[in-house]
């Protein structure tokens, strides 16, 4: 039996049925297999009241019910069933107890003074519902709301470091501008856990090598302790107590970090490297005792190896750690992490001795265990391919690969990956006289790749007098300089030939880096990619009579689809933020062709393609386990500005222009069927089997509530309620008619001209990769006809006139 809140109306607008849904998604709870006669837990929510933040007080709330006891939390998935249509299962609840309750406040308690809320107060209620069934008890439901006022805040009102050996108080003192105990910021264990590691890792780059956490201690205001000191004479108590009214009202605390009673003299020793001894061929499971092995010092380091895979030149010029150095826990961090980029090893082990030959040295020994040098792989590969560029069918496709990976080119840990694949793609393939598509599936097109890669693990700079990137390795980036070269040969049957050549030289650079927020730890990852050299030369070497029609009959198209020649460069940064339950991602991608070469004038007006392109792409993910709420924010814009023969190039090529619609993109529109702007250029045309609407500007905003169905044979099922919104531009209108008004970008009006998508989907996902349907209606198509509908929910009432698509993965 279920028990769902229930909404009537008479009237419905269309543009309330999403919120609808989503209410009724979350209203409706439904348990099952519970014990019969024995009340059980149904909900139990927690809510803080209080002066603070929104966002802060739903992370509190958040981590508060991560701290209620196992048997007061209850867990639901997304259920369907022809009766109830979606809804949650609240599956084997468990057995109420008021214990329960009690330790479930004092661990939130722990929580909450954890966090310097020192005099917090949680209210419990208790809620019994019992629902019958002819006249007999059928269930017993228990509701449990916590009602938590946090109360004002401890900060840190001063932070103190009292030492007692000279060396340490000297280095705690030269580096407390780099302390994470700031006046003013609120009270939190964590952070005075972080200081102490801080401090620790600093006495160890000074080659503390053995000093350790437990060393150290934290001292709190003494306030409430001297306050029972019975040698206090009443003045004294008078000034503690008006001292204490003034905490209670701004509660504030001191700390002092202090230096525990040496238990370990080789805790205050200065620790510096011995002999350095470096094993590069070790292989794993294997005794190499027993044979053979070569000694070479290379800068003072030592290493031992039975086989000639390696330049040891090149190993040691990977290694910060030196005899007669300083030990420093940051060149240690830096060695390993260095050495564990390096793809010709599995992995690395460092370890340290004490020296026989003074209690002040340690001995450094490196063993390195060997990854498979080389890997042939075959593989097929299917696809389910949405970027023809003549139709706007999607097409399925199968192509057998053929890979060969080196990971020790030339003896240095070079990584190198050559393949060749060839396959086809099936979909719609015939022009008739007039240029328009017929619609038999069969092979559409023929594709075969040869691509080189090779990734150098350091910077080789190429500039003259520019030392760029510089001293990234030192500061802790994984580094690489990339050589790329492919060649693609397309062909489209009935249509054309296709070939492309690219190149590309460049660098990437990524770090990792650890952040610490008030009482949480979270991970920051850069990453950079530069190409100053990038080649990419595409020309149509035939064509047929059936594709000249088709370009005579659609001149907008003839602007776009132009092959040429790209001389330029690109510059991507990405950066992903993970705190809790919250990832961020961010993109900035920007690339240029003909800036300087363009100036030859034979170049400029030959093959030479001149423009500039940019996108940003921002990503909010919030994961609240049984579902996601997923945010993402689009903007991309490209100029073309070079000689197109005798004139200008209006518009970016086909292979660099925005479009719209598909399975990743606007999903209420085919691929390439939306825009441009509010314009009826391409409604009006004679050619109504092909849109190819490419654009010089694209804005696009996405967001999807995804969740969980249910699992079945190992597939998890899923769903998602999502809503597209977004449009393409020309920088200036697509021709003179009257149909073209509207496709160039205005900033009074583009707003007006922005297309709606909502619906829903089904997920399967294999764990490997994920297959998603989803269908979408168009809530607003700004060239929509009639014009008298405004656009909006044109024939949103016919069930059928939504879009189906279906994509591999997740859209963003």
């Known amino acids: 039996m279920s028990y769902c809140r229930q909404v009537t109306s008479s009237l419905v607008r269309p543009a309330i049925v999403p919120a609808i849904l989503i209410f009724a998604l979350f209203s409706c709870r439904v348990p099952v297999d519970f014990q019969r006669g024995k009340p059980f837990v149904y909900k139990t929510t927690i809510k803080v009241e209080g002066d603070i933040k929104g966002d802060e007080k739903q992370e509190l709330e958040l981590r508060l019910q991560n701290q209620l006891d196992d048997s007061l939390q209850t867990k639901t998935v997304t259920a369907f069933s022809l009766s109830r249509f979606i809804y949650k299962k609240l599956a084997n609840p468990p057995v109420f107890d008021t214990a329960n309750l009690g330790r479930s406040i004092v661990f939130m308690n722990g929580l909450l003074n954890s966090t310097g809320y020192y005099a917090p107060k949680i209210k419990d209620t208790v809620i019994y519902k019992s629902r019958y069934k002819d006249d007999s008890l059928r269930e017993q439901r228990v509701t449990i709301r916590f009602t938590v006022k946090p109360g004002k805040q401890m900060v840190f009102d001063s932070v103190g470091f009292s030492l007692t050996t000279p060396e340490f108080q000297r280095i705690a003192m030269e580096s407390r501008t780099q302390s994470l105990i700031k006046v003013g910021k609120p009270y939190s264990k964590q952070v005075l856990t972080n200081e102490v590691s801080r401090l620790v890792d600093s006495f160890r780059n000074n080659g503390y090598f053995r000093f350790t956490k437990e060393d150290l201690y934290v001292e709190h205001d003494t306030v409430f302790s001297a306050l029972i000191d019975p040698s206090l004479d009443p003045i004294e108590q008078a000034e503690l107590l008006e001292k204490l009214k003034q905490k209670k009202e701004n509660p504030t605390v001191t700390v002092v970090v202090r230096q525990r009673p040496v238990r370990d003299s080789a805790h205050l020793m200065k620790y510096y490297i011995g002999q350095v001894t470096v094993y590069p061929d070790r292989v794993i499971g294997v005794d190499t005792l027993a044979f053979h092995s070569d000694t070479t010092v290379i800068n003072q380091i030592k290493f031992v190896s039975q086989t000639n895979k390696f330049k040891l030149s090149f190993l040691a010029n990977n290694i910060y750690m030196f005899p007669g150095g300083m030990y420093r826990q940051q060149d240690y ?93 099936i979909g719609s393939n015939t022009v008739n006289n007039n240029g328009n598509i017929s619609h038999p599936i069969g092979i559409q097109t023929i594709l075969a790749t040869l691509s080189h890669t090779v990734a150098i693990p350091h910077i080789i700079n190429i500039i003259p007098l520019v030392n760029f990137p510089a001293n990234l390795e030192q500061k802790g980036f994984n580094t690489q300089t990339l050589i790329n070269v492919n060649a693609n040969y397309t062909r489209r049957i009935d249509f054309f030939t296709m070939v492309s050549v690219n190149g590309s030289f460049g660098y990437q650079w990524s770090k990792t880096t650890i952040h610490v927020k008030k009482d949480q730890n979270f991970a920051v990852t850069k990453s950079y990619l530069w190409k100053p050299i990038n080649i990419e030369n595409t020309t149509l070497p035939h064509t047929t009579d059936s594709f000249d029609i088709y370009l005579a009959a659609n001149p907008a198209f003839q602007l776009s689809f132009r092959p040429g020649l790209v001389i330029g460069q690109t510059f991507a940064y990405n950066i992903v933020r993970a705190r809790g339950n919250k990832i961020n991602y961010f993109l900035v991608d920007f690339e240029q062709s003909g800036a300087l070469l363009g100036f030859i004038k034979q170049l400029d007006t030959g093959a030479l393609l001149r423009y500039v392109r940019g996108e940003i792409e921002f990503r909010h993910n919030i994961d609240y386990g049984k579902y996601q709420m997923v945010f993402r924010a689009y903007a991309g814009a490209g100029y073309a500005y070079g000689r197109a023969g005798t004139g200008y190039e209006n518009t970016l090529p086909f292979f660099k222009a925005f479009y719209a619609g598909g399975p990743n993109s606007m999903r209420a529109w085919q691929v390439r069927n939306l825009g441009l702007g509010s314009s009826k250029y391409y409604s009006n045309t004679t050619i109504t089997d092909i849109d190819l609407r490419f654009g010089d500007i694209k804005l696009e905003f996405n967001a999807e509530y995804r969740f969980l169905l249910g699992t079945l044979f190992g597939i998890k099922f899923k769903s998602a309620l999502f809503t597209d919104i977004g449009n393409i531009w020309n920088w200036k209108p697509i021709d003179t008619s009257a149909a073209a008004i509207g496709s160039d970008f205005q900033l009074s009006r583009f707003y007006k001209e922005l297309a709606y998508g909502a619906g829903t989907g089904l997920r399967m996902d294999f764990n490997y990769f994920l297959i998603r349907l989803d269908w979408s209606y168009k809530i607003h198509d700004p060239q929509a006809l009639p014009e008298s509908t405004d656009g909006w929910f044109y024939k949103i009432h016919d069930p059928l006139s939504g879009q189906l698509q279906l994509g591999i993965n997740y859209p963003f």
């Not at 498979?372 to 075959?378: A, E, F, G, L, W």
């Not at 560029?389 to 990956?417: D, E, M, P, Y």
Request: proline share 2%; glycine share 4%; aromatic share 10%.
């Open 333 to 425: 961090y830096r060695t390993s992490n260095r050495l564990s980029q390096l793809p010709a090893w599995e992995y690395n082990n460092i370890e340290f001795q004490r020296s026989p030959y003074s209690d002040s040295l340690l001995d450094m020994t490196i063993r390195m265990f060997l990854a498979k040098k080389q890997k042939i792989s075959v593989s097929l590969e299917t696809s389910y391919n949405t970027n023809d560029i003549v139709t706007t069918s999607n097409v399925f496709g199968t192509s057998v690969i053929l890979g060969l990976q080196n990971r020790n080119a030339f003896r240095q840990s070079i990584l190198t990956n050559t393949s060749l694949s060839g396959g086809v793609e």
